[in-house]
């Protein structure tokens, strides 16, 4: 299977924070927030391994700003690292003001997801190419958070954290 730069794998997705998508201060509400996420994430880990694909897992999600009604959301996602079956999305998301003409940070997270065959069993996914040092960093970084992420979920044992342990024990 040939690999496929990160670059194919982006997506940006834009939306506008309705009144149905907001709290009671007006803000844009964190569940809403996350099922975009999951949508645009879903979106570059397919475009990564042409096939159905489901979530895995979620990382944390820090809200750094709020975004408010009447904003926009952007979303951008592209898959950092894959693994046997397996992708890692990174996703940055933004606000953007219209009438104030500013964009702000709202937060970022990572997302797995799983590719499906026909009969919805994990398939192979093709490896994934970088390019930019940001890509080749996120790259880099991406087994460590796998294995974290293995660990909380009780799929992995700490002491076969190979890439964690080499963060903590100097031999």
């Known amino acids: 299977m040939e690999g496929k730069k990160a670059a194919e794998s982006r997506i940006i997705m834009t939306e506008i924070v309705l009144p149905n998508d907001t709290n009671v ?16 994430a879903a979106l570059a880990a ?33 898959v950092t690292r894959s693994f046997h079956t397996s992708m890692e999305v990174h996703m940055k998301v933004w606000g953007e003001d219209f009438t104030q003409q ?16 026909p009969n919805r069993k994990p398939r192979p996914v093709p ?10 960093k996120l790259f880099d970084g991406a087994l460590r958070r796998r294995q974290l992420r293995l660990i909380l979920g009780g799929k992995m044992k700490p002491d076969d954290a190979v ?9």
Not at 25 to 40: E, K, P
Not at 108 to 117: G, I, K, N, P, S
Not at 127 to 136: A, F, G, I, N, P
């Open 25 to 40: 201060f007006g803000n844009l509400m964190g569940g809403r927030l996350m099922y975009w996420m999951d949508i645009a």
């Open 46 to 78: 397919q475009k990564h391994c042409n096939a159905p694909v489901v979530t895995a897992s979620v990382d944390n999600i820090s809200f750094e700003n709020p975004i408010k009604l009447g904003n926009a959301v952007h979303i951008e996602a592209k």
């Open 102 to 117: 500013y964009k702000y940070k709202s937060n970022e997270a990572y997302y797995t997801f799983v590719a499906l065959d």
């Open 127 to 136: 490896q994934l190419v970088t390019e930019t040092d940001e890509e080749k």
């Open 163 to 171: 890439e964690l342990k080499a963060l903590f024990i100097k031999d």
